[in-house]
């Protein structure tokens, strides 16, 4: 029996058995991706989704998930409901990592859901939504591509509030929250993560919403391949036009003196 109980758990226990039953067409299967700036409930979220601690969690300025992190749950009952997998990122804005290095391991997700992706999980802390989160989303939809934003929730943890959409229609949301992002999103949800059932009964509620409106259709892996590139040969462009500004200087201005430090170090010409 005991030996029995230890193979169990090295095939991942029961969200191992439910992952093979799911694999067997027994279960249907979703993908939800949590992504958002640094420290703002990503992993907590997705932790209220499992029904259970699978994400750690942090109050730090650096991320405390580095690459990405996987979580499943089944949601309308475990024989014929559906697995749902669900992917934890890096925070953008970490302030302790360069930018490259964390659109690298944001990307990194992408091989652990090949057949796509059914929703995104953009995660704000009510009351906060600032030049970090607008930078934040341009970077979301700047490695996701603009595809990935009609499959995109804007989660606002810390939030109790019962008249959500009211507000986020009204002045008191702000402008650009209100005229740039959320028309191009898939909707808001509010939750307060400490209230674990409600708050996952309202983001499954959402998600179910979202899945049904989209008609089950997928953010493909390939929308994400294509942004990556289209990301990867602006940034060539950009520093190609960067060498050539130098070299135009160049010629017209003679020696180039590198400082550092105060202190010419290298000469050139
Ligand atoms: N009261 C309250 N606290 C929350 C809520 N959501 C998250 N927290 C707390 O906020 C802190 C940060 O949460 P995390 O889930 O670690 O944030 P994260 O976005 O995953 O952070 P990184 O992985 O570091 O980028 C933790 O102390 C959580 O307990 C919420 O809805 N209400
Ligand atoms: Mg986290």
Same mark, same amino acid.
């Given at each position: 029996m005991a030996e029995f109980t230890d193979q169990f758990a090295e095939n991942g226990g029961i969200s191992g058995l439910m992952e093979a039953l799911a694999m067997h067409g027994g279960l249907q299967q979703r993908v939800c991706v949590v992504v958002g700036?640094? @420290? *703002? @409930?990503k992993s907590t979220t997705g932790n209220t989704l499992c029904g259970r601690d699978v994400f750690e969690t942090s109050t730090g300025l650096c991320s405390a998930t580095r690459g990405h992190a996987i979580g499943t749950y089944t949601a309308g009952g475990s024989l014929h409901g559906t697995l749902w997998r669900v992917i934890d990122t890096i925070g953008f804005? *970490?302030?302790?990592?360069?930018q490259d290095e964390v659109a690298r391991l944001f990307g990194a997700f992408a091989d652990d859901c090949m057949d796509g992706v059914d929703a995104f999980l953009f995660v704000v802390k009510w009351g906060r939504f600032k030049p970090e989160h607008e930078r934040a989303l341009d970077a979301f939809a700047s490695n996701a591509g603009e595809d990935a934003l009609r499959h995109t929730l804007l989660v606002f943890t810390h939030c109790d509030v019962d008249n959500l959409d009211a507000i986020l229609a009204s002045d008191a949301a702000p402008k650009s929250l209100r005229e740039r992002w959320l028309p191009r999103l898939a909707g808001a949800v509010g939750v307060d993560n400490e209230q674990r059932l409600v708050a996952r009964a309202r983001l499954q509620t959402a998600l179910d919403g979202l899945v049904a409106r989209l008609k089950n259709e997928r953010y493909s892996h390939d929308s994400l391949r294509a942004a990556q590139k289209r990301r990867d040969a602006a940034r060539e462009a950009d520093r190609e036009a960067f060498r050539a500004a130098v070299l135009d200087w160049r010629k017209k201005d003679g020696p180039l003196v590198v400082e550092r430090f105060g202190r010419p170090v290298e000469k050139d010409k």
């Amino acid at each position: 029996m005991a030996e029995f109980t230890d193979q169990f758990a090295e095939n991942g226990g029961i969200s191992g058995l439910m992952e093979a039953l799911a694999m067997h067409g027994g279960l249907q299967q979703r993908v939800c991706v949590v992504v958002g700036v640094t @420290g *703002d @409930g990503k992993s907590t979220t997705g932790n209220t989704l499992c029904g259970r601690d699978v994400f750690e969690t942090s109050t730090g300025l650096c991320s405390a998930t580095r690459g990405h992190a996987i979580g499943t749950y089944t949601a309308g009952g475990s024989l014929h409901g559906t697995l749902w997998r669900v992917i934890d990122t890096i925070g953008f804005e *970490d302030s302790c990592l360069p930018q490259d290095e964390v659109a690298r391991l944001f990307g990194a997700f992408a091989d652990d859901c090949m057949d796509g992706v059914d929703a995104f999980l953009f995660v704000v802390k009510w009351g906060r939504f600032k030049p970090e989160h607008e930078r934040a989303l341009d970077a979301f939809a700047s490695n996701a591509g603009e595809d990935a934003l009609r499959h995109t929730l804007l989660v606002f943890t810390h939030c109790d509030v019962d008249n959500l959409d009211a507000i986020l229609a009204s002045d008191a949301a702000p402008k650009s929250l209100r005229e740039r992002w959320l028309p191009r999103l898939a909707g808001a949800v509010g939750v307060d993560n400490e209230q674990r059932l409600v708050a996952r009964a309202r983001l499954q509620t959402a998600l179910d919403g979202l899945v049904a409106r989209l008609k089950n259709e997928r953010y493909s892996h390939d929308s994400l391949r294509a942004a990556q590139k289209r990301r990867d040969a602006a940034r060539e462009a950009d520093r190609e036009a960067f060498r050539a500004a130098v070299l135009d200087w160049r010629k017209k201005d003679g020696p180039l003196v590198v400082e550092r430090f105060g202190r010419p170090v290298e000469k050139d010409k």
